[in-house]
């Protein structure tokens, strides 16, 4: 459950158009990085919106690659390969939110870390998984943090991914996001 000030921001972005939009991005639009960000991003948006929009496609278009973690195999995570696959772990949804800002003019960072969640799967990583990614994106002058990967869905207690957006997790205060993200670098703790 959101609390009351984020919940009424939620609400206020889903009024706003930005999140419609994007989640109704038509197919053949969805064919290269390019073309996506031209969709998500128009030229009338502001960096905030853009930021946003991006983030709500992300989050509902990819679905959390479970099987390939487990396994340790998994498939690139490249921008271009999780747009045609829509399959990612974190570092697939991260790149993939860092590569369309860009192209759409925004400045973004892939954060890399752990997080809580790497200790409370059902199952145990691979050892050539070594934590978790999110970004940072400059917003009016400041850094904010975000998870596209959290706010998709989460891992079960059977090891399934379950697909359910979370907004918590978009430009969520540092003051919260240092509870469950852990980054190597700390200054993007940004305490």
């Not at 974190?90 to 790149?95: F, M, W």
């Not at 059977?158 to 700390?186: G, M, N």
Request: hydrophobic residues 40%.
């Amino acid at each position: 459950m959101l609390p009351a000030a984020l919940l009424g921001l939620a609400l206020a972005w889903a009024d706003s158009g930005v999140d419609q939009r994007a989640l109704k991005a038509p197919a053949a639009r969805e064919k290269s990085l390019d073309e996506l960000s031209r969709y998500l991003c128009p030229s009338d948006y502001s960096d905030e919106e853009k930021a946003r929009s991006i983030f709500r496609w992300v989050a509902d278009r990819i679905a959390y690659d479970v099987d390939g973690l487990r396994q340790g195999q998994l498939p690139s995570q490249k921008p271009e390969d999780v747009l045609r696959t829509r399959r990612a772990v974190c570092e697939g949804y991260a790149r993939l939110y860092q590569d369309l800002a860009k192209r759409a003019g925004l400045d973004v960072t892939f954060v890399s870390g752990r997080s809580s969640f790497n200790d409370a799967l059902p199952f145990k990583l691979p050892k050539n998984v070594a934590g978790h990614g999110w970004n940072a994106v400059l917003l009016k002058g400041r850094w904010r943090l975000l998870d596209v990967t959290w706010a998709a869905g989460s891992v079960d207690a059977s090891a399934r991914f379950q697909k359910s957006y979370d907004d918590f997790w978009f430009l969520t205060p540092p003051e919260k996001f240092v509870f469950t993200h852990f980054p190597k670098d700390s200054k993007w703790q940004m305490l």
